[in-house]
């Protein structure tokens, strides 16, 4: 059988790490031009200021702000007949408002005939030639200064200075965007600023956004979190220590509660030298915050910014902030809190518009000798043959071709061995036995704890037959258990395999050592915790994942370690077999999800775009997909096929710890240290429900067999049982919710959930339903 190639041209790479962080950018080169948000409409963004001063404006005096010395006022008033000349009204009034022209100069301005034999100011003693030297006299100034430095400054009234010249025209109406070399200071937090504005120029903004209508303010005050960031590092990175420091005590309190862990790493970056190699910072340079606004609140910000001249702002929006303009109306306080939270802003729309194939794989059909049949059903009640392929329907899994399903052989997976055939086969028959769950018919839960861990229990996995039970430790052991009468043994030694008849029937039965035989082995191999286990689906092979970089995979016939697969540099916090076998995945500090087949010791795949620890990812039903969670606060979904991240949602407000799928393909759950379970639709790509009721993280999610009953595990000792069914059935994506994003979640939470089950001092880690709808869940006693 084939895998997927080793090395596919289309596959995402990640740069290698040096010394747990991505390699730090070198400065980008300048620019043609300012570089300018892009506007998912198509909008172009335009600047209202050149951003490029050459030098720092000098604040003028305190007090009010006197008249332009003569000089001064004859050139100001050769410039505004000149932009009157050339209809560009917005800036003249602009320049008369920052230069304090008073009304007889103004009114001069606006009587000037526009002709080339026009009288000059009310003075009298400049005429139409000495006008145009000044116009040229202004211009070549301009020009000579690289078309960005201010002609002159006047004091507002606060007493700081603003550059006098009109926004994005300067040096006789020639626009900033034609200069070349205006953005040839600018690099990333370079620029030339004065550090005693930025405070001045925040609160500013932050007046405006308070004053705005209701409807705006929602929208506009996602700018404060990633604006106060960048003005912060700004100030920083130019080392002006004190204030930033001041800068940071005065606004960290406005930010969003759910922004406390970054603004506490923030807080301790107080000199440029520590922000070189820290992660959190070299995210915030390299990855654009993203906005979704609505066209009516961006125009607004716009105009205020232009009215403003404030540069500082402006430069920073264009630089460090993608903004996804949609029509329509604004959104809600409730709509944005839902959504937003994330280390980079929301996902842009574009990111979930990707076609998923969600749908479930044909199942193939198996053929069952009746002897077959017979020796498998010795302990089961006799079954007609016939009601098999009418039980098979019971399950998650339809003969039917579903149409969102992948093509068959989109990706190579291994053929069906005769074990498999009769594992499916004893599958179909405890199918039968199902329990149909629901409001009125709760799951039976069976906990299993394990005593004496000293909080060292730090992953558990169970069959998919429930006969098994695995534990990583903290204590670097990989710990296996049987849960049923059938104890746990190995094969024989390679010289008491060669006396066994192989054509014998119960030669299965006869490589087994019995003198090996107990209801417990452990597994010794890594050098650190293992954080992550998960069984084979044939239940031969198990994997686990450790601090130690590597993941192993381990024979359950022998009880030894055959591989360890080194692609990792730093610990790998989960690892999961594809539901097929031979393909898994695994995740860690390096930001990477890895794709492996068991047969090669290179990775297949490896899926970069995190911009923190994968902490946790599971494989779609079809195995055509994975998902991976992680503490940017984003959960992505990947095309195993090419590589691709095909959906990013964001909304938790932690770090993410557990995916479930439900048994359809077509929606994930995701539970958070927020203490919120979200669910996803994956056809459109958004939230569709929102769990509250957990306290404290949630480690463990799992959907019954029939994807009737959704259960959570928390950190705060509880199993709590959800109706997936009402969640799902009034859904009802429309195209404009669909092309906005806007989601109006109900706030249902406590109609939705069917039941809360509390342990004594146990924390819950790992959840599974059995092929009969039984709920088993473990954790290790947690002494208080």
């Known amino acids: 059988m084939a895998a997927l190639p080793e090395e596919p041209p289309d596959v995402v790479v990640k740069p290698d790490p040096d010394g747990g962080v991505l390699p730090q950018p070198p400065p980008a080169p300048p620019p043609a031009a300012p570089p300018t948000t892009a506007p998912a409409e198509g909008e172009a963004a ?44 917005e800036s003249e009034d602009i320049l008369r408002r ?31 030639t000495g006008g145009e030297a000044l116009l040229s006299r202004v211009a070549a100034a301009s020009g000579a200064a690289g078309g960005g430095v201010a002609a002159g400054a006047s004091a507002t009234p606060g007493g700081a200075a603003t550059a006098a010249a009109p926004p994005g025209k300067v040096g006789g109406g020639v626009p900033v965007e034609d200069q070349p070399d205006v953005s040839a200071v600018l690099s990333a937090y370079k620029q030339q600023g004065d550090p005693a504005l930025y405070e001045e120029y925040y609160s500013g903004l932050k007046h405006f956004i308070e004053c705005a209508l209701d409807c705006h303010r929602a929208e506009l005050s996602q700018l404060f979190y990633p604006l106060f960031v960048h003005m912060y590092l700004e100030l920083v990175y130019n080392q002006h220590e004190n204030e930033a420091k001041s800068f940071f005590e005065k606004f960290h309190g406005d930010q969003e509660c759910y922004y406390q862990d970054d603004l506490r790493v923030l807080s301790s970056l107080t000199k440029k030298e520590h922000m070189k190699g820290n992660e959190t910072m070299l995210d915030f340079r390299t990855s654009k915050f993203v906005l979704r606004i609505s066209r009516d609140s961006y125009q607004l910000l716009k105009r205020h910014l232009q009215e403003k001249q404030n540069n500082q702002i402006w430069n920073i ?101 005769d074990s498999d055939k009769l594992d499916k086969i004893m599958n179909m028959k405890e199918a039968t036995k199902r329990v149909r769950l629901g409001p009125e018919c709760l799951p039976s839960i069976c906990f299993y704890t394990f005593l004496n861990a000293y909080q060292g229990l730090t992953a558990v996995d169970v069959t998919d037959d429930s006969s098994m039970i695995v534990g990583g430790f903290a204590d670097s052991t990989v710990r296996v258990w049987s849960v049923t009468p059938k104890k746990l043994r190995s094969v024989k030694s390679a010289a008491d395999l060669s006396l066994i008849d192989k054509e014998s029937d119960d030669v299965l039965e006869r490589i087994m050592d019995e003198k090996t035989a107990s209801e417990l082995k452990i597994l010794y191999g890594h050098s650190g915790p293992v954080y992550g286990t998960s069984f084979s689906p044939d239940r031969n092979y198990l994997l686990s994942c450790s601090e130690d970089g590597t993941v192993r995979l381990w024979s359950l016939q022998t009880f030894t370690c055959l591989v360890g697969y080194k692609g990792h540099n730093y610990p790998v916090w989960d690892t999961q077999f594809s539901p097929y076998g031979y393909y898994f995945v695994s995740g860690g500090h390096d930001r990477v999800a890895r794709l492996w087949a068991t047969d090669h010791y290179q990775p ?68 958070a240290t927020d203490g919120r379970v979200l669910l996803w639709d994956i056809g459109h790509g958004l939230m569709v429900g929102e769990l509250k009721g957990h306290t404290d993280t949630v480690y463990a999610l799992r959907f019954s067999r029939d994807g009737e009953i959704l259960a959570s595990g928390s950190m705060d000792n509880t199993v709590r049982l959800w109706d997936a069914v009402k969640v799902f059935e009034d859904l009802e994506t429309d195209d404009f919710t669909t092309a906005t994003g806007h989601i109006n979640l109900p706030e249902n939470s406590q109609d939705l959930l069917l039941g809360t089950y509390m342990t004594k001092s146990t924390p819950v880690i790992h959840l599974h339903f059995t092929r009969r709808n039984l709920l088993l869940a473990s954790g290790a006693y947690s002494p208080q």
């Open 46 to 89: 335009g600047a209202p200021g050149s951003g490029g001063e050459a030098a720092p404006p000098k604040p003028a005096p305190p007090g009010p702000a006197a008249s332009p010395a003569p000089t001064d006022r004859q050139t100001l008033l050769a410039v505004l007949q000149f932009l009157r000349r050339n209809n560009l009204h």
């Open 98 to 128: 920052e230069a304090r022209l008073l009304g007889e100069e103004a009114a001069a301005v606006a009587l000037s005939p526009a002709g080339p034999g026009a009288q000059g100011t009310p003075g009298g003693e400049t005429d139409a």
């Open 317 to 417: 929006v264009q630089e460090h902030l993608y903004i996804d303009i949609f029509d329509g109306m604004p959104r809600s306080k409730q709509q944005i809190d839902a959504m937003v939270g994330s280390l980079a802003g929301e996902a842009k729309r574009e990111a979930n518009k990707a076609k998923v194939f969600f749908g479930l794989l044909k199942e193939p059909e198996i053929e069952v000798p009746l002897d077959d049949e017979d020796e498998e059903g010795e302990n089961e009640e006799g079954k007609p043959k016939k009601k098999k392929p009418k039980r098979e329907s019971m399950g998650s899994k339809s003969k039917k071709q579903d149409p969102n399903a992948p093509p068959q052989t989109r990706i190579p997976l291994p053929e069906l061995k």
């Open 604 to 671: 297949l795949r490896i899926f970069a775009g995190h911009l923190a620890d994968v902490t946790c990812i599971r494989f779609h039903p079809n195995s055509n997909y994975i998902a991976t969670g992680s503490a940017d606060r984003t959960v992505r979904l990947w095309d195993v096929l090419n590589g691709n991240c095909v959906r990013i949602f964001t909304g938790h407000k932690g770090p993410i710890h557990s995916l479930a799928f439900s048994p359809n393909g077509r929606f994930l759950a995701t539970g």
